[in-house]
Antibody, heavy 118, light 107 residues
């Protein structure tokens, strides 16, 4: 069955960078986009951007442009999301999700909790 | 881009019908999806393309989308349906757009 397995929890200092990985299995990685979504504690879902693993095309949410980079490694079916210049309000659970044509996100990773604290 | 607005909370008695709305200026021109998120878990897709259910989603979940409002309906609500629900659409400028979420309480 389709699985997206994410990297483990991290604690980062303000100003540092974070990178979350998302390893896909049981489907052809280049056939579907990967979307990144985050959720601050007690808050709703926030779209960060998406990447097309077939050609590397990215579309970032306006809030994150200039501070986020999404990449993929097709040889290992892994997607990465790097967020720089971390602030305390970047503390959140970060999810990757498989993107179907037209927008639905049909499979989600288990989430990666990143805590930003001095 | 456009915004999607959901009521923060909805309450329903077990066995009754729960209705959760999602409003947006251009929503009727796009496909809407719905996600269920239980505490401590990842979101689960329960409706896509307005009214389609993924495999394994119970028939009591249904969706519609017309004009500026998409609606998630849960018929015969069960205690296990207590969760947060999010609508989502695709915008050509922004890509993925989420509503703010609705907490469904079954009491």
């Amino acid at each position: 069955q389709v699985q997206l397995v994410q990297s483990g929890p991290e604690v980062k200092k303000p100003g540092a960078s974070m990178r979350v990985s998302c390893k896909a299995s049981a489907y052809t990685f280049t056939d579907y986009g990967i979307t990144w979504v985050r959720q601050a504690p007690g808050q709703g879902l926030e779209y960060m951007g998406w990447i097309n693993p077939q050609n590397g095309y990215t579309k970032y949410g306006q809030k994150f442009q200039g501070r986020v980079t999404m990449t993929t490694e097709t040889s290992t079916s892994t997607a990465y999301m790097e967020l720089r210049s971390l602030r305390s309000d970047d503390t959140a659970t970060y999810y990757c999700a498989r993107l179907l044509s037209g927008g639905p996100l049909d499979y989600w990773g288990q989430g990666s909790l990143v805590t930003v604290s001095s | 881009s456009f915004d999607l607005t959901q009521p923060p909370s909805v309450s329903v008695s077990p066995g009754q019908t729960a209705t959760i709305t999602c409003s947006g200026d251009k929503l009727g021109d796009e496909f809407a999806s719905w996600y269920q998120q239980r505490p401590g878990q990842s979101p689960v897709l329960i409706i896509f393309q307005d009214d389609k259910r993924p495999s394994g989603i119970p028939e009591r979940f249904s969706g519609s989308n017309s004009g500026t409002t998409a609606t998630l309906t849960i018929t015969g609500t069960q205690p296990m349906d207590e969760a947060d629900y999010y609508c989502q659409a695709w915008d050509s400028n922004t890509a993925v757009v989420f509503g703010g979420g609705t907490r469904l309480t079954v009491l």
